[in-house]
């Protein structure tokens, strides 16, 4: 069931790659998702999830004294060492102006784990008592295991959670009426399965490997390895020579590669879990006189890496889109907290859903630099479900 | 009569055979951890061959020891005065950091070059003089002191990029890592300059014995008039310096400065300059102990990654290592004392 | 002899610390060429003068010249640069470090070249001062951790001599000695003197800080008493003897019944403590020992005799290596301390101020601190029965101090000694083992030892006595061993109307 | 002098509760729902980890030994208690009994860990600070080792942690465990004769020995208490984030060893008390929630941290003793 599902998006994928090239025109960028399927896909197609699909925020019929109470809005994250990571509190800010643009009070801050479960938790439960309820947050829970614990931390004071990324299979947002509001993710699996298989293709279908997973018993990593994995089990001639833990750091990405190279000069290409690890692979390589010659891919659309696959030496990354995961969140959350809205009428595949991503390979690179490097992408955040993949 | 001389006799044979024996120990024990390094690439090169011997790998072992070693060369001189020092892992990522966004790059207009090499390595230094000067002028312990000043440092590195790295552009600066002379990494060269420079600075100067003063006691050193505090700054701003130099390096080797170049610096080098024979308690040890301490975590940690150990593995291995390593080459005995 | 330039002169210096008056104006000259004594119970002020004159801490009122000109050094650098050099109570070498480079400590500079110090040079320079002290025996190469503790004092002595000398070369130099002799043997203090009459055959001025009367009487021109931070006299040594020193220091007559003879009883039949063929590897051999309850057992014996490490066997501070050991007629194998307290033996260790008080603790934590245990009901230390108990002893060994909450660290060095013998007494051991119980200890706070000794047995305890000198162990034993080398080499009874001449003991010792 | 004397032994203390009190008083001036009832609560509650954690740690700090296993000890129980849960996950026992089980178990298992280290430690002579070091390696390993990924705690078993939700008054049920340790330590140092020779140990251990003083016994008991507080402090996160990952306790280590010392306890041992400690703790818990109250920038954060604690240290280091030699 699961596999089947997960062929499905990687056709998605590859589709959406051929797609990209197509239409570049338009400015708002519809075209670059992946569409997918989620868990909750049954429910689709009735009457309620057709209406749900057409709402937009209409700034007009919002009270006026929801506007002119101070909205408390934060976005929680593991830390902002990582580019990608960054990119969602740039997506808040974005969803910020607007909130300025339809005269809505607000404070706006950013909550740093740092990696700690026990500090994302502290620091959720302190924004939610500050805010007392007039509060809307995006989080990127460290581990799958604590975002209950961050929807009760809302809960308790009333305030609207949007998750990312990492929840527990056996709960879901709706455990957490009406407080949990929404849980998106990039399909993991799908994207470390993209990105292998543009590896392999990139090599010929045949050789040796380097597999760099990130932090152990990490959900994210876990799940990317997955899809790699799957990639492997399509690819027979693809040997994994070496595999271990960067602990999605870059440093420890190249220390890793640098000894592997001892044994296995005769690498064909690197699988990254994330950038930062890509970033070090490449300057391994680098070292060696391979850089161009080994393919590398990775995730999470890193500036070095996206220019990396326009120079070669990168076969493929995949941008999460950050700006789309915060700001649309939080928009989601937004039109609960005004009312306009009410999680009850919001169907299961609304509550828990897939955000689009962008497969990045030399193909579609120059539009994903045109679209998002060079210029930040506008969003309408009125559309509040502009961030579903499968909308 | 006779017959109690006699055995007056042996008590002192005894007593000088037990005093040998000691001297002999102890002897010993100062080359216990060449010993356990020469294990461990023995092990290594039964168990991997001709691959970890290979000249690519011992390249690499050289390059990745870069870093540790210059990280430990600081630390080296603030144990050997009793200290400790935490900052590390700011003070290291900080001006990795640094470092990409003063040269050319990808993310502002700088391109200072050389300049901006020094410019890291100059905030590093004044962060270890700042460090000194706290603990000594305002007595708070190091520990504290230089706990401060690593969230100080990771605040600002991570400030001075935020959020998106800046990867380096400099031709020369990205020619670094991968130039070697005499088929050594012009990296490991760079480290090999500082380690002669701490090497020459403990011995041939009168502040390398000052150092060993201090750390043995505080009231010598003071009594014959020998500015402590300043001792204790100077060790603390030449820590800096040898931090700064990693953090460059670092940043070179990853051809990007992120502040993620300095962390798991820290507790690694406290250990590579203890396993080396360096007393925390101050007044022993010195830099060369200092190589041979990283050498043997950077051989482990190479060879145990060559064998494809179980990653989860590997950190409990390399506990087990410290605490044999340390265990045969201290002093037991009731009257010992240990904190 | 005083007809001399002065050098040196200190005028109504005083001294305070946390409000406590350590001088109370004190005055001292010393003349060119002349050995100055300065003697005076503990706590009378002579170390902290000493302090003040190598710059180590102010004064807080009062003046001193050197040569005629006001002298205020504000660290010994300066002092040294002056031509004043001090060697300290405390071992101030380092350890780690070889003898050379010990000497000249803060003067590498002088070898230094083109940035290096030049190693060579300045061994050869260290050789040089060292044979002029008589010591060209000592490798200079040798690290100070190898050394034993006589040698390490006279290479601190070359250490300042060194330092001084350069100084000393346009004028006279002053050297201080704060008790350099209670680590040295007779014949190293012999050697010492000699080097003191070299120093001041060159004009130089030594003042010279002891405990030891004679020792003072034997190298002094002229001594300086101090008692209570005041001058207690200043006297030529032809004016002076052991008894006149005395009266001065304490301001009373020596106690003829010195050591309380009238009190010492006839030990009971009942043996304590008994070790069979006890040995240590390389320490001590074949040592069989009876302890009988209420005896007082002195051990004699030169330094490294074994003596020592017997006591720290007994006191289950070391295991020993062959032989067998029984308390109370059961054989024990001691691991710790502690298990030796538990069987009611406990020590008085020599180096009171290191291994016998914890001086960050108060004055009542420490006298409780070997009886915590008996204090306790229920597992909690009752408060009042801790402050009840310090209170007492206190008043009984009349212990100078603010208060029972006073940290030991601020009592006088004298003060903290009776500190640990409370504790010990309160302990309710009862075999005692006191190493060198009066070392370091005044003569007025001696005698009151000597009584707390005595009263100790009277109550059914036992002692075994490291004496600080002879004549101690030979007054207060019922019965004295005698060490050589690790060995038993006679053993005397010492009953009040037998005890022993110290010509007897001494040919059994060396 | 009587008066000088106390001021002294509670100088510390008094400052702390001056660094508190300004620190209250900054925040609650920038942004005042940081002195509403529900931050409070949460301040209250959300301490308990760090508080029990720093309790273990004052004795070990006392005796002048250090423990920096003490973050990974604290991951390595996460991962066992709830690892041993999930093994009751399909079984018909009563949650209590679940709950009593499993909470034993990890902290048996704790115990014994702290007395493997201390023994090193004590037996052994290997200076704490790098048996510790050791020990961090080998429980991290463990940790990953007996999980390498996170795990909840399935919706069913939530029964097994609802104490945690229990309140009297403000006072969270975790902190009122918290400060039951922190009153039962208070007593233990300062009534009875293992306190005593944690004090004594700590300012002199060769006196202390030479008093018949159990060195070796009373420094394994103090390492292995420090192991129980460090999984009672791993059951408390587990309950609050009613899951457990592996390498949760990593951030605790240093934050401990800080509060401890911000407290006022000297590193050389044989100075400060619990309830120093006790400020210390919320020294470094008032700057964190503080800072997200008043939605410093995060960036700046860190760089904040580091400034308030060296303030706040610079204030409250008792510098009275001149020749005190720090290190």
């Not at chain 2, 008590?11 to 461990?40: C, H, Q, S, T, Y």
Request: net charge neutral.
């Amino acid at each position: 069931m699961k596999k089947r599902r997960l062929m499905a998006v990687m056709l998605a994928g590859t589709m959406v790659v051929g797609l990209l090239t197509a239409c570049t025109d338009s400015s708002k960028v519809s075209s670059t998702s992946t569409e997918s399927t989620s868990d909750s896909s049954k429910t689709e197609g009735t009457d309620t999830g057709a209406e749900i699909a057409d709402f937009k925020i209409d700034a007009s019929q919002i009270p006026q004294e929801k506007l002119d109470t101070t909205l408390y809005v934060a976005c929680s994250i593991r830390g902002l060492e990582n580019p990608y990571i960054a990119t969602i509190a740039d997506g808040m800010d974005m969803f910020c102006e607007y909130l300025d643009s339809i005269g809505q009070k607000y404070e706006k801050q950013v909550l740093d784990s740092g990696g700690s479960n026990d500090v994302e938790i502290d620091n959720m439960k302190q924004f939610a008592a500050k805010a007392g309820g007039n509060a809307i947050a995006y989080a990127d829970p460290n581990e799958s295991a604590i975002a209950p614990s961050l929807a009760e931390a809302m809960a308790e004071s009333g305030g609207y959670l949007g998750t990312a990324w990492n929840k527990p299979d056996d709960v879901g947002p709706q455990d957490y009426d009406p407080n949990w509001v929404i849980h998106t993710s990039a399909d993991n699996v799908a994207n470390g399965k993209a990105t292998a298989k543009a590896l392999f293709d990139s090599m010929g279908g045949k050789g040796k490997i380097f597999v760099i997973e990130g932090m152990l018993g990490n959900t994210a990593s876990n799940s990317r390895v997955e899809g790699l994995e799957e990639a492997l089990a399509e690819y027979p001639d693809i040997e994994v020579a070496h595999q271990d833990t960067g602990n999605w750091a870059t440093n420890e990405a190249l220390t890793l590669v640098e000894t592997w190279l001892n044994d296995t000069p005769d690498v064909g290409g690197v699988w990254c879990a994330n950038d930062n690890m890509a970033t070090g692979a490449l300057q391994a390589l680098d070292a060696k006189g391979l850089k161009g010659k080994v393919g590398v891919t990775g995730i999470d659309a890193n500036p070095d890496i996206v220019e990396g696959v326009k120079d070669g030496s990168v076969i493929a990354t995949v941008s999460s889109n950050g700006y789309l995961q915060g700001g649309y969140t939080l928009a989601v959350c937004y039109a609960v907290w005004t009312g306009l809205i009410t999680t009850e009428e919001l169907p299961e595949n609304y509550r828990t859903f897939l955000t689009p991503a962008i497969m990045i390979t030399k193909d579609t690179v120059d539009d994903y630099v045109t679209e998002y490097v060079d210029s930040i992408p506008e969003y309408d955040f009125s559309d509040i479900w502009y961030c579903k993949a499968d909308k | 009569m006779g017959e109690k001389n006699q055995a007056a006799l042996s008590i002192r044979e005894e007593f000088a055979a037990k005093v040998k024996a000691d001297n002999r120990r102890e002897k010993l024990m100062k080359w216990a951890p060449v010993g356990v390094l020469a294990a461990l690439i023995l092990v290594f090169c039964i168990l991997k061959g001709s691959s970890f011997l290979s000249l690519s790998n011992l390249s690499a072992i050289l390059n990745q020891w870069s870093l540790p070693l210059l990280v430990a060369l600081g630390l080296t001189f603030v144990i050997m005065i009793g200290s400790i020092d935490l900052s590390i892992d700011g003070t290291v990522g900080m001006v990795g950091s640094l470092t990409a966004i003063f040269v050319a790059n990808s993310k502002n207009t700088a391109n200072l070059g050389i300049i901006g090499l020094l410019l890291a390595v100059l905030c590093s230094v004044v962060i270890g003089f700042l460090v000194g000067v706290i603990h000594v002028k305002f007595k708070i312990p190091s520990f504290m002191v230089s706990f401060a000043f690593m969230n100080i440092c990771i605040g600002i590195g991570m400030l001075s990029y935020s959020g998106k790295p800046a990867t380096i552009r400099d031709p020369l600066m990205m020619a670094i890592p991968k130039a070697s002379f005499l088929g050594i990494p012009v990296i490991t060269w760079i480290a090999l300059a500082v380690l002669a420079l701490c090497f020459y600075i403990q011995e041939y100067t009168p502040f390398g014995r000052h150092v060993y003063a201090v750390g043995t006691d505080e009231t010598i050193p003071k009594a014959v008039g020998i500015n402590v505090n300043r001792i204790k700054i100077k060790v603390f701003t030449l820590a800096g310096f040898c931090y700064g130099v990693a953090g460059i390096v670092g940043a070179l080797r990853l051809g990007q400065g992120q502040i993620a170049i300095g962390t798991d610096q820290m507790f690694p080098a406290q250990a590579a300059v203890v396993i080396g024979g360096t007393a925390l308690t101050g007044g022993k040890g010195g830099v060369m102990n200092t190589v041979v301490g990283t050498l043997i975590m950077t051989v482990l940690i190479n060879g145990l990654t060559m064998m494809g150990v179980n990653p989860n593995i590997k950190t409990g291995i390399q506990g087990v290592i410290i605490l044999i390593a340390v265990i045969f080459t201290i002093k037991h005995g009731a009257t010992v004392i240990s904190k | 002899m005083s007809r001399k330039n002065i050098l040196f002169s200190a005028e109504n210096i005083t001294k305070s610390f946390h409000g406590t008056q350590a001088l109370k104006g004190v005055n001292l000259e010393v003349h060119e060429g002349e050995v100055i004594g300065l003697v005076g119970e503990n706590g009378a002020g002579k170390s902290t003068l000493m302090k003040i004159i190598i710059g180590v801490q102010p004064q807080t009122s009062g003046e001193m010249h050197l040569r005629g000109q006001a002298f205020q050094p504000h660290d010994p650098l300066e002092a040294n640069a002056q031509g004043i050099g001090m060697v300290y109570q405390e071992q101030s070498l380092i350890t780690t470090l070889s003898v050379g480079q010990n000497i000249f400590f803060g003067h590498e500079k002088d070898f230094m070249r083109m940035g290096v110090v030049n190693w060579k040079k300045m061994y050869a320079e260290a050789e040089k001062v060292l044979s002029e002290i008589g010591c060209g025996d000592i490798n200079p190469r040798k690290r100070v951790i190898d050394l034993n503790f006589a040698t390490r004092q006279m290479v601190e002595i070359a250490k300042v001599v060194n330092v001084t000398k350069e100084a000393s070369a346009d004028g006279k130099c002053l050297i201080l000695l704060d008790e350099p002799t209670s680590v040295l043997n007779e014949t190293e203090v012999k050697r010492l003197f000699q080097e003191i009459r070299k120093l001041t055959a060159k004009g130089h001025s030594v003042i010279f800080v002891s405990h030891r009367l004679d020792e003072v009487l034997e190298i002094s021109d002229r001594i300086y008493v101090y008692k209570d931070g005041e001058n207690a006299g200043n006297m030529d040594v032809a004016d002076a003897t052991e008894a006149v020193l005395y009266e001065r220091m304490v301001g009373r007559e020596t106690n003829t019944e010195y050591y309380h003879l009238d009190k010492q009883v006839i030990p009971e039949k009942e043996v304590v403590l008994e070790a069979k063929d006890l040995g240590c590897r390389g320490k001590f051999k074949h040592v069989d020992v009876r302890l009988h309850k209420g005896e007082i057992l002195g051990f004699c014996g030169v330094v490294g005799s074994g003596k020592e490490e017997i006591c720290s066997v007994f006191c289950g501070d070391e295991k020993p290596d062959f032989g067998e050991l029984f308390i109370k007629g059961r054989k024990v194998q001691y691991s710790s301390p502690y298990q030796a307290l538990n069987d009611g033996i406990i020590m008085i260790p020599m180096e009171r101020m290191i291994e016998g008080v914890v001086r960050g603790l108060s004055v009542e934590d420490n006298i409780a601190l070997s009886n915590a245990g008996k204090l306790s009901k229920g597992g909690m230390v009752s408060r009042k029965r801790v402050s009840e108990q310090a209170l007492e002893w206190i008043r009984k060994l009349r212990i100078k101090t603010s208060g029972k909450e006073e940290l030991v660290i601020q009592l006088s060095g004298g003060n903290q000694q009776k500190v640990v013998f409370a504790r010990v007494l309160a302990s309710e051991a009862d075999i005692v083992i006191l190493n060198h119980p009066t070392r370091g200890v005044d003569v007025g706070a001696k005698e009151e030892i000597y009584k707390l000794i005595r009263d100790m047995v009277a109550g059914g305890k036992s002692v075994i006595l490291l004496g600080d000198t002879l004549d101690e162990c030979i007054g207060l034993s019922n019965r004295v061993l005698v060490m050589r080398d690790g060995l038993i080499t006679g053993e005397l009874d010492a009953s009040v109307d037998a005890k022993p001449s110290q010509v007897s003991i001494i040919s059994m010792m060396v | 002098m009587k008066k000088l004397k106390i001021n002294k032994a509670y100088f510390a203390t008094y400052f702390s509760i001056a660094v508190i009190i300004c620190l209250m008083l900054i925040f609650t001036v920038m942004e005042k729902s940081f002195i509403n009832a529900s931050n409070i609560n949460n301040l209250l509650s959300d301490t308990a980890p760090l508080m029990i954690m720093a309790a273990g740690m004052t004795p070990v700090i006392l005796l002048g030994s250090i423990d920096l296993s003490i973050g990974a000890m604290c991951s390595v129980s996460n991962v066992l208690v709830v690892s041993l849960i999930m093994k009751f996950k399909d079984t018909i026992y009563a949650d209590w009994f679940i709950m009593l089980v499993t909470f034993l178990t990890t902290l048996l298992f704790s115990v014994v860990g702290g007395i493997i280290l201390g023994s090193i430690h004590a037996k052994l002579k290997v200076p704490s600070f790098i048996a510790s070091l050791a020990f961090m390696s080998i429980w991290n390993s463990a940790a990953l080792l007996i999980s390498s990924s996170p795990i909840s705690i399935p919706k069913k078993l939530w029964g097994t942690i609802e104490w945690y939700k229990i309140s009297i008054g403000p006072l969270g049920y975790p902190l009122i465990i918290a400060f039951l340790i922190m009153i039962g330590y208070y007593v233990i140092l300062t009534r009875t004769p293992l306190g005593r020779g944690i004090y004594a140990i700590g300012a002199n251990e060769r006196a202390a020995r030479m008093s018949g003083i159990s060195v070796d016994r009373i420094k394994i008991a103090v390492f292995a208490v420090n192991g129980f507080c460090a999984a009672l402090g791993a059951i408390f996160l587990m309950a609050k984030a009613k899951s457990c990952a592996p390498t949760v306790g990593d951030s605790f280590t240093l934050m401990v060893i800080s509060a401890v010392v911000l407290g006022g306890t000297a590193l050389i041992g044989g100075s400060g008390n619990i309830l120093n400690t006790i400020m210390g703790v919320f020294v470094v818990s008032i700057i964190k929630n503080g800072m997200n109250i008043v939605s410093i920038n995060v960036y700046w954060q860190k760089i904040v941290f580091g400034l308030v604690v060296l303030i706040a240290i610079a204030i409250n280091t008792d510098r009275s003793s001149r020749s005190f030699i720090v290190k």
